[in-house]
């Protein structure tokens, strides 16, 4: 829906995320000349300690989380910008990809204060939050190449313009955090299992195991990792009684098979981006997702950026995982653009980011 937008300097936006296990509330002001913008507020709760003990994020308890916290969570990110409803340009929320469950509590609270309070609603999608974050903390314009490698995504996308983007390759199965969170299960190393892996990892010989490359070689920019868990998996239940030393081989073993596997097939993208976008002088590649803060992986694509004549863009870990900033953020372009939607806007547990993306049927509600 397109509004009638009174061009004011800067727009005031309240964003609100609830997609997965994470509740959040921000608010940032967007200077409508330039793009430019900066957070006045940004609160988070984290549910990983009410999930740890499943293993993973249950939806049913994340979604009676999300109500117990989201109503403190908007007056706090509200009293820390210092602002009352009526001074606020727009509400924005996280309207999909996510657990149905969590989306429908920031939504119906978003329409709620958007109702009352006589303001622009803007839905927005939570992977487009990712891809522009680094607008918001760096300034940076389009085009660029981004890696977004979380518990629940792992794609490469072509952010060619706001508003324009380009799935290049997605996981045909599980996401990168979900393979790490899965290892670790299987490991006994708790949740959640990519810190826990690294840390294993660190005195391991990562020579020791020959795990295997999905995809490496092949065509195409898609991301496989189910069979790996299974290589691992095998691995342990070959090793009776386990020790020590045998888990942190096996974690530097899959952290190396899994560095491999995401620079093989970046490289790929980075070769299609430079191919689309031959008159873009600096190139690129922009990393989000909590998998971002992964030391080893950070080396490989310091690596391959090197390699390929890319330039590295790491956005502060806290607002690589998820948060409410992106959305206002998000929010806030839109709105700047006239694009709202309205009051009867539905969550969405599948939104992908490119329409022309190729739905993958395998991988839950992740791609
Ligand atoms: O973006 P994020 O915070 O949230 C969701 O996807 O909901 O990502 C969480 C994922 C988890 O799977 C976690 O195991 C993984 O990021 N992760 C890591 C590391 N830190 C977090 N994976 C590998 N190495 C890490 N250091
Ligand atoms: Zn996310």
Partial sequence: ???????????????????????????????????????????????????????????????????????????RAMSDANLKFHQLDGVAVTAGPGLVGGLLVGMMSAKAIAMAHDLPFIGVNHLEGHALTPGLTQGLKPPYLLLLVSGGHTQIVSVDAIGQYKRLGTTIDDALGEAFDKTAKLLNLGYPGGPAVEQAA???????????????????????????????????????????????????????AVVDTVTDRLGNAMDMFADAHGNVEQKTLVVAGGVAANQHLRNGLDYICHDKNYHLIVPPIELCTDNAAMIAYVGALRLARGDVDGLDMSARARWPLDPDGVPMPFAGVKA
């Fill in 202 to 256: 660190q005195s391991g010989d990562e020579s020791r195991f020959k795990f295997p490359r999905p995809l490496k070689g092949k065509e195409g920019c898609d991301f496989s990792f189910s069979g790996l868990k299974t290589a691992v998996r095998q691995q342990a239940q070959k090793l009776d009684d386990i020790s020590q030393t045998d888990v942190s081989d096996i974690c530097a073993g899959f952290q190396r």
């Fill in 1 to 75: 829906m397109k509004a009638t937008i009174l061009m004011s300097k800067c727009l005031t936006v309240l964003g609100i995320e609830s997609s997965c296990d994470e509740t959040a509330a921000s608010v940032v002001r967007l200077s409508v000349s330039d793009d430019d913008a900066h957070t006045l507020s940004n609160v988070v709760h984290s549910q990983t300690a009410d999930h740890a003990i499943y293993g993973g994020v249950v939806p049913e308890l994340a979604a009676r989380a999300h109500i117990s916290h989201i109503d403190g969570l908007i007056k």
